[in-house]
């Protein structure tokens, strides 16, 4: 992919569960988009066949016009018509919805975590892993489909993943110790009351640490022979709930392969420029990761927006008392970490030929 | 000291620092102190000379009217006549007047940073280290005064060391990880501005780190021939600001010079009772440590005033994918991690027979 | 109602709606009442059956243990042996089921909107308008039951009312300007989600302008021949929802029958001492209003637990540049506004006989 | 003016006390300006010589590269050469300051209070008055200097006197009640402790009632010979600061000199355009004032960047109770309300001839 990649004309899309908070981040982020056009936006039975704008309680900015008089339809493949379909699903539903749009011949790309860990299901950040995408071939072959479903991760692991994906590249994490300080919008709308955060700490987010834990493997592993091969690390990570809008925020520990001095991560991560085919990508942020010197930073407040909401910043690397390296990384939550996530990979997909023509 | 004890007239005390935040809170638990009696109050010149109700902008609650009708004294050892001194100076400050009075006769109970890590001056949390107090022994004999200085630590390593003894006394510590999320009012007053942090985080806290992590060896050290053994364990704490009022929340985890498992964990903490000198005294809370097994707590708004903000309260003990086990520690850092801990420590001096009569 | 009064022994009470956030703040300010004792907890059917600590989500400090275990009866008067019932009904059910343990002979002490503008229903403060208790006989006479129901006012209307009737009883309103800033616990829980209130103000509160307005007018009413003669004032109100988690400020802007100047307003205040029925029950508090001169008070977070929460903090008394006098009242809104409103109310109807004996 | 007009080159401008909140965002704000090029910054002694990246603590986004790199002057006109100067000085010094600034042959853009109400200064919002600007003439001839002092108003008052501008122009106001919600940003930096504001509401803000209440006079005035015809209306305002960061949020209550329903103020202000001098303004919002039928919004969070900060949001117009109609209107405190006001205002001097050539 080059920064030349423009297609003839734009691919039409749907979006799945477009009422809700990351429906909502992936119509913001569509509404003008170069590649894509939002066709479609469908939802649950209570709000199919309102107009989006009367279904969706809007969070966020202005609703973009045209979208908001668009007519919600069910989430059924048989009254989609878009060959690409954005999931923002729940995952209580996600798993019967998405498999049907897959084998409905959509492309599927998915929010929810009910894929990710299949082993012929990528779980891609394009920076990191774009050579995961090859597994599609490997799902349509087994699954007997021409659709397909390509998922992002967990927001948190989402950051973690971009802000040391130059490490485990350059040295190989050995020991990896995360704690999470995350945003109430991971929690969806309405989700947390504002009776349990305000002022408050929650140390806890229902199945979120196993499921980070074992993301990590993945999204850091390494495509060979139609499969996955997943790092030899070791990681630990306690997730926490604070009164932040936006901005998933985590002070890591690690220990790699080979003896790392902070001066040698501050190298690695400055020198990274994650995989060639994942840059100039409408979405892609000038830097997909910023390092900041600042020993205050980075804070959601100010720096979540910072690549419109696709850039990690990391910062505090200095040496462990234990380990090798100490550091914090921030990145957006429902940009970085879900909606822009899903729509990076849409370009990447598309870039690399693998959309055919629009 | 048994339940038993009761002096036969109170002691009179005085408060240095009495207007800041740190100050008031000791003016809260001593204005009914059943063995203390508030005598003076002292204070910077700028305050000098004023009725305290004037030079104090009271911070929570209601003044105690007494206290504040009296006159705020420089804080100057001539001028203060009570044997007694609870400081609660700044560290800029702190060296220089907490030396004077222990050489003018006083004991002086400190929460500043400047001697807490001096040889022979005393780190006391009365559960956990209560013998660490014979190190006033030697420090009137090497420093030829009469007077004493007894400290409490940091307000992070306050709540960790009580959530860990138990552990350490136990199994005995080898690794340990440590991040926190602490509240605003362990700045003091004013403190934390609102811009930088109503809905944000700030991933550093000046100087916490290296004094958070030093302090845990002392405190968990073992009394012995007038030196304090430190223990052999390896610390990582990473410090962080959330925007809660009162309450330091921290994610814990460790490794043992033998396996331990969370239900291990749990019975030790359950079984634990603290030094047994440290029971009964007016302070002492029911439990010093309180463990939950609701997953989503310890919390900071829910659980910081447990035992009069005395009691830690310690949850989520599961087992760790890398150490041993994983824990969440919360505690009141502004009682418990220091005035409510000066308070503990005199009362302790008090009832082991140190202070004398009153 | 002197202070003598003390029952031979406790009324046996049940709470309906004991779950939800207004249920557990009455089971937290009857759980050691002197005068009742909680026998029965009910719920909807979702609870029933279960254990109440497992049926309820509990929000506050500890829950009682005794209560904890008690079985979550449904919200029938045919299981409900209590004679008195507390109702922390939502209004959507409340209507029919306060209806059904009144017709049942119970005596229904609502929070409830439902009845609260009933001609023979009493809205009380006690401090304010004991009198209107009298509505009793007239609802039983028309109604046919020896069962009742008394109600406390909206959490907005129940603070301006306290802090203005002195005014009101001395110098009559004419104008009265107000507007709220409430807290979140007001919307109950989950009630307000946090992505909409973090940071954030809401310049609006469904249904809650003509409620309080409305509801101004019987609570300053002068019972008279079986029903109320609404004071001949003006009343506006708005209503807002900010970040707080207890407590309703109200800015306040109001005229006179007769000209009232601040100073004149601030004695009328301090002189009053409410009705002499309600002095000296067990959840009275020292004063129900307290003057404050400090400029910058009363705020929610220094001054919503005066009281035990049920003393309601005036302050700023000042001359109008428009109307005569304006001023700023905050109270709790889930004790003094809530639960601890209707306790207040059972125990004026125990003081005056009015529940026969225990 | 019109939408051509356009500078052959831009002029070279200074920022006074740059380094404080307000500064940053004159600096954020001109930054890229079509019309002006920031040529110095200066601000008090303590930052004097140092670069500016150095000296100011940057609060919000990234700080322009080459700003950064500029070394900060004094506050002295002999120092500064740009003929042009934008102050953010605070109110202690901009008395002396600005005066010097304008006698030295300066325009002085200033934020400041200390110039505002003196009869020769115009305070001007484009938009409501920019007839106003004429006062410079007078200014200059009484006072024999060929600079000037332009000033914008309170932050509170520019918000509401635009929402009201057209009211006033139509139907004239009688009678105004205010009350706000005001951010902490509008108390600059390090401004409102957080121990002061989290969770928690303060009803009061030193001096702001009587500045808010006699500048909406002035702005809402005429210009006729020379002076400022001032409205006849009455005016309460009560002022409070919310933990909002950015968005001052007002509820207001109105009569005019004739009735006027909601409809009739609805019509009104969608027909308004405001001064036709300051429409196409490179900083003038597509809307100077847009008007919500959402009743509950305008939120501060949802609504402050509209039109980059520039536009007032206006909803919930209604009919009132006592008189004609209530509504809120609410705008970006530190934008339109104060750097993004200034740099207005210049460039209504510019467009109107009044900057000369560049």
Not at 4 to 14: I, T
Not at 68 to 86: C, E, H, K, N, Y
Not at 117 to 135: K, Y
Request: aromatic share 6%; proline share 7%; net charge neutral.
């Amino acid at each position: 992919m080059t920064a030349q990649f423009k297609p003839a004309k734009r691919w039409p899309v749907a979006i799945l569960g477009a009422t809700g908070a990351v429906g909502q981040t992936f119509v913001r982020l569509l509404a003008n988009h170069p590649w894509f056009e939002i066709a479609e936006v469908a939802a649950s039975e209570r709000s199919e066949g309102k107009p989006y704008a009367e279904a969706a309680k809007w969070l966020e900015g202005t609703m973009p016009e045209a979208i908001g008089r668009m007519t919600v339809l069910p989430t059924d493949p048989a009254r989609v018509s878009a060959p690409i379909v954005f999931s923002a699903l729940d995952s209580s539903v996600a798993g019967t919805a998405e498999l049907a749009f897959a084998k409905a011949g959509k492309l599927v790309l998915s929010n929810a975590k009910n894929f990710r860990m299949e082993p012929d299901v990528p779980l891609v950040i394009p920076e990191v892993n774009a050579s995961h995408l090859q597994l599609i071939d490997k799902q349509r072959r087994e699954r007997g489909w021409t659709g397909a479903i390509v998922t992002n991760a967990n927001c948190a692991a989402t950051v973690a993943a971009l802000a040391l994906a130059p490490l485990e590249q350059e040295f190989g994490i050995d020991k990896l110790f995360m704690m999470t300080m995350q945003a109430v919008s991971g929690a969806g709308y309405p989700g947390v009351p504002s009776l349990d955060i305000l002022g408050n700490v929650i140390p806890y987010i229902a199945d979120e640490e196993p499921k980070f834990e074992k993301e990590m493997f993945k999204l850091l592993g390494r495509y060979e022979n139609d499969s996955i091969v997943l790092p030899s690390m070791k990681v630990s990570a306690q997730c926490n709930r604070v009164p932040v809008e936006h901005g998933h925020t985590i002070a890591i520990a690690a220990s790699f392969h080979t003896r790392v001095t902070p001066a040698m991560a501050i190298d690695a991560i400055r020198a990274w420029k994650g995989d060639p085919s994942s840059r100039s990508l409408p979405s892609s942020p000038p830097q997909a990761i910023s390092l900041t010197d600042d020993p205050s930073r980075p804070q959601p407040r100010r720096d979540v927006n910072a690549g419109n909401g696709m850039t990690v910043t990391v910062g505090r690397v200095r040496e462990d008392t234990i380990l090798d390296i100490r550091m914090v990384a921030m990145g957006h939550n429902t940009i970085r970490g879900a909606a822009g996530g899903s729509v990076l990979n849409a370009e990447l997909l598309a870039a690399t030929g693998r959309l055919g023509s629009a």
